[in-house]
């Protein structure tokens, strides 16, 4: 089982960046496929990135491709997005998950770990 901990969200003008950390405990950290959702006000929770065991596979929603990036460091198991160029729809609760299953995964259903969400709120 893996314990997971997001932080680095807060306000931001429209244009600026964030980065996000996700701080892991337990064991095998290594091995999950890892990914960062999202969950705006009176909507679904939707996909943002995910990043396979060892960096080398990365996947975006169409709508954070050339914004987002997300990344990795095993050894400091802590997964991390960075954003660039946030809009104002960017607003939401991020969260990141931890995934069982080989392969990228899109779907929140497929997650097996959930940390608590940090706020980002981008303002005009």
């Known amino acids: 089982q893996v314990q997971l901990v997001e932080s680095g969200g807060g306000l931001v003008q429209a244009g600026g960046s964030l980065r996000l950390s996700c701080s892991a405990s337990?064991?095998?950290?290594?091995?999950?496929?890892m990914g960062w959702f999202r969950q705006a006000p009176g909507k679904e929770r939707e996909f943002v990135a995910a990043i396979n065991r060892i960096s080398s596979n990365t996947e975006y929603a169409d709508s954070m491709k050339g914004r987002f990036t997300i990344s990795r460091d095993n050894d400091k198991i802590t997964v991390y997005l960075q954003m660039n160029s946030l809009k104002i729809e960017d607003t939401a609760v991020y969260y990141c998950?931890?995934?069982?299953?080989?392969?990228?995964?899109?779907?929140?259903?497929?997650?097996?770990?959930w940390g608590q969400g940090t706020q980002v709120t981008v303002s005009s």
């Open positions: 998950a931890a995934s069982k299953f080989s392969g990228l995964q899109i779907e929140s259903k497929t997650y097996h770990y």
């Open positions: 337990g064991r095998a950290f290594s091995t999950y496929i």
